[in-house]
């Protein structure tokens, strides 16, 4: 599985208020109409310049605060195929692969905003032009909830967790 | 080897012998959603099929976010959680009745050496009575609520070891805010927390719940105190089951301990807009504040308002501000009422809303204006998180916010308390 887009840069700490404020979702759980108001408050017209199948490409601690899991999900909606990061918060990490989205743990300093990037997804592996980067490898169930599709399809197919 | 809370917990909730880093798939005891995060998992429970969920009794949803609702399309989202526990398939706390993880603890839903996971970062919370208790999403909320089960890799923790008593005017949440500091806001992603010490067993529960509910703004997975005579008695009462508690064997590996000197903390501040950026409120005085607010999940508790009406009691709040208080609760309510400290609240010119998250995370009750300063007892600064992105968030204790509301400026509360 390989995807390609651009990437949007942004620093550490990206939380989940920024990425899509409490008082937005507030009022749905329809992501699609949400996805307009994603990143609003650091990056106004994000969405606007997101074409399908881009990334988002961050610092450290990517997605902390709440457990909201309209982040993950208001970032793809909005055409985002994957965040790669130095690291990630926890919750929000779980909660981007469970929807489907892809969350990657690398080095992120040798990519700039507006690069060209690759993602080999089996392999684990970022390319930019001739640079390879190496992501953590996920843990066998977060790849096959990934691969899946997310938790809920991953859900269906097994009725139940497989860690082995 | 020996093990921590949380490898025990884990270990006892898989039949594993939960070592450091292992995906382990754990039985829970409690799964609990609010209005922000059980409608979607209800969606998904639908698009699953479920039938019913594993165990009515340890599924708690609770309406507290946005209430009471501020428009119709909440409304629908809150019918949608009414028409889900009319079913039979949860125990349902509807507007009014509390703030999550207010409620859970207070009607002994959870319990020493139980493994809970919320719909709610600050599920981490409950770590305060020895339980592991951990924030999920949607996603995960409907799985653990259709199996009864989650994976989890099992986490290093991180031993904090705070020696010595707090000084008088000094609080958990100060306690709180000087860790998160020293840790950072993600010095702990990934990772346990526990925490031990005199200063640690001198603080009761209601500290106790306060420092727990903070660990996620380092990263942390969960938050832990070991149970004593004080957790035991705070319980007993609420528990509706049978319950064991967990204690780490004194040979268990921690990653890194962190040794902090209790009497050293004095009143604390974190500025705009991270949690980790924190300096002592004394230094802070020439910044005004324009709206106080007291309560949320961190600091809504009896203990809080109690502390706050001390200061406020025969003072009146600064005419440039307004002072919004929450019980967190409707028990902590009446008993604030009992106690006389909400009308020495209203005296003082505070105003009470009800039970709810509502200004904490800017969905009703107190947004404030493009500039302004708020000084609140939350948990969370980030810009934009009370609604508005255009003012700034310090948060301190309940004593540091009823003395700033008073000075109308930033201000040591221990003058105050004298
Ligand atoms: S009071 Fe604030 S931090 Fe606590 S559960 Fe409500 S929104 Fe979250």
Known sequence: MIFAGTAHKFGDDINTDYIIPARRKRDTIDHAELAR???????????????????????HNFGCGSSREAAPLVIKAAGIAG????????????????????????????????????VDLSSGTISRGDLQIKAQPLPKVMLDILKAGGLLDYLRERRDFITT | MGRTIAQKILMRHSGT???VGEIVVARIDLAMGHDGSAPLAIEFLKKLGAKGVFDPARVV???????????ERVSALHAMMREFAGGGQCTLYDVGEGICHEVIPEKGHILPGELAVGGDSHTCTYGALGAFATGIGSSDLAAAVYTGKLWFRVPPTIK?????????????KDLALHIISRVTANGATYRAIEFEGEGIRSLDISGRLTLCNMVVEMGAKAGMVAPDDKTLEWIS????????????DPDATYERIVEIDAYTIEPLVAIPHRVDSVAPARTLKEIPIHQANLGSCTNGR???LRVAAKVLSGRHVHPNVRLIVTPASRPVYRMALEEGIIKTLLDSGAVIVPPSCGWCIGACNGIPSPGE?????????????????RANIYLASPATVAASSVAGRITDPRPYLE
């Open chain 2, 61 to 71: 949803f609770v309406i507290d976010h946005y209430c009471p609702s501020p428009n």
């Open chain 1, 37 to 59: 108001y994603l990143m609003e408050d650091i990056s106004p017209g994000f969405p606007d310049r997101v074409r399908p199948g881009d990334f988002i490409v961050a610092g």
């Open chain 1, 83 to 118: 965040v790669i990061a130095k690291s990630f918060a926890r919750i929000f990490y779980r909660n981007a692969i469970n929807v489907g989205l892809i969350a990657l743990e690398c080095d992120t300093d040798l990519i700039q905003d507006g690069d060209l990037i690759s």
């Open chain 2, 237 to 248: 009462g609420r528990a509706s089951r049978d319950f064991e508690p967990v204690y780490p």
């Open chain 2, 17 to 19: 012998q939960a070592e």
């Open chain 2, 373 to 389: 300063n708020v000084i609140s007892t939350a948990n969370r600064n980030f810009k934009g998180r009370m609604g508005n992105p």
């Open chain 2, 160 to 172: 904090v070891v705070v020696e010595g008593h707090l000084a008088d005017g000094v609080f958990a």
């Open chain 2, 302 to 304: 009896l203990e809080d």
